[in-house]
């Protein structure tokens, strides 16, 4: 095993728990901690990436070129990252980023539709940005299917491709056999982004960089969708006690995981019934507010409706299908009433 590189993710898959309510203020003081724990990577983006703030979506409370210039004016040693979903973020908003400083785009496909992230690629290297794919809701997929849609990743310009475990509902031999089988087939890097729906997220982290992962993800306080994504601080603590720490300073994350992140956030992010059922019936974790949402609207329960999303497979972009299933549960449950 070598000591990853870590993408702090806070200010990105964070966003989704904060309802995309990051300002300015927040972004200063989250991104001065983590650059001056040594994290290299920070990434900031709306939840859904760049462009994410919509109805569909949730609105931004501040724009997030504003944020994403915070991060740039604030970093001293650490490079900025955006996140861009092709059909959400469009050229002119990553060039902006490019503009403000950004340094890596992540760009992140369905995990069978990464032939529509050519021309995102392109931009991003003509550009001079370091580019990395992420296939997002990998656990559908066998890990021969993932090898393919990698390799076009790899293909278009890509210097890294993630597996990424959108639904937190991957357990340790189902990370190893994907991250080994794309280790073995790119000559490119390989990482991961974990969710914690199972309680897995650190054990499943470990079990990408045993299969070779090079570049792995965190967050302070495990701040994500569904419940949440490895801890960054904890990882930290695992990765200096096996060895692997690529020089990050721990107690400084402690630190602003307890200070500067928990004080701010709306819940702590747990694998609690709703979002257990999330890895359980493998969703989208960003879907688990919406349902939740959609649910007390409608008199349900959520678990309910995440399951029924969980046998459609509904992914990232189809959140206006989370009303669609709780109509028909409404509908159904009408028509049981009448029959009886
Ligand atoms: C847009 C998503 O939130 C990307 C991500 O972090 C995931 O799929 O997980
Ligand atoms: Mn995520």
């Known amino acids: 095993m070598n000591p990853p590189r870590l993408t702090d993710t806070t200010l990105r898959d964070g966003s989704h728990a904060m309802k995309h309510r990051f300002t300015s203020e927040q972004v ?20 859904d990436g760049l462009g994410g703030s919509s109805i569909q979506y949730g609105f931004s409370l501040e724009p997030e070129l504003d944020l994403i210039a915070e991060a740039t004016r604030t970093a001293r ?27 890596v785009a992540r760009i992140a496909t369905q ?17 001079g940005l370091e580019a990395v794919g992420f296939l997002m809701m990998a656990h559908i997929r066998p890990p021969e299917v993932l090898v393919e849609q990698a390799k076009l990743m790899e293909s278009y310009g890509a210097d890294c491709v993630y597996i ?25 890097q390989v990482g991961f982004h974990a969710h ?19 570049q792995v993800d965190g967050s302070l306080r495990g701040l994500g ?25 721990v107690f400084r994350l402690m630190d602003a995981a307890e200070y500067v992140v928990a004080p701010l956030m709306p819940y702590q992010p747990v694998p609690d019934r709703d979002s257990l059922t999330i890895g359980y019936a493998g969703v989208y974790s960003t879907f688990l507010l919406h349902a939740k949402h959609v649910a007390s609207r409608f008199g349900l329960d959520a678990r309910d409706i995440l399951v029924e999303l969980g046998r ?29």
Request: charge should be negative.
């Open 28 to 47: 200063r003081a989250i991104v001065t901690a983590l650059d001056e724990a040594g994290v290299p990577v920070i990434e900031v983006s709306h939840g």
């Open 77 to 103: 040693r650490a490079r900025i990252a955006v996140l861009l979903l092709p059909g959400i973020g469009t050229k002119d908003l990553l060039e902006r980023a490019a503009e403000l400083g950004v340094r």
């Open 111 to 127: 995990c069978t539709e990464a032939d529509i992230s050519e021309q995102h690629f392109g931009i991003a290297k003509k550009l």
């Open 164 to 188: 990424v475990d959108s639904a937190g509902a991957m357990l340790p031999p189902d990370v190893k056999a994907r991250v080994s089988a794309l280790k073995e087939a790119l000559s490119i």
């Open 196 to 214: 914690n729906n199972l309680g897995a997220a650190i054990g499943n982290t470990l079990a990408a960089l045993e299969a070779g992962a090079d």
């Open 225 to 249: 969708a569904g419940a949440g994504n490895a801890a960054t601080e904890v990882l930290a603590a695992g990765l200096d006690k096996l060895g692997l720490n690529p020089g990050l300073d």
């Open 312 to 340: 459609r497979q509904a992914v990232a972009g189809q959140e206006d299908w989370i009303v669609d299933v709780a109509v028909d549960l409404v509908e159904q449950e009408a028509g049981q009433r009448h029959a009886s």
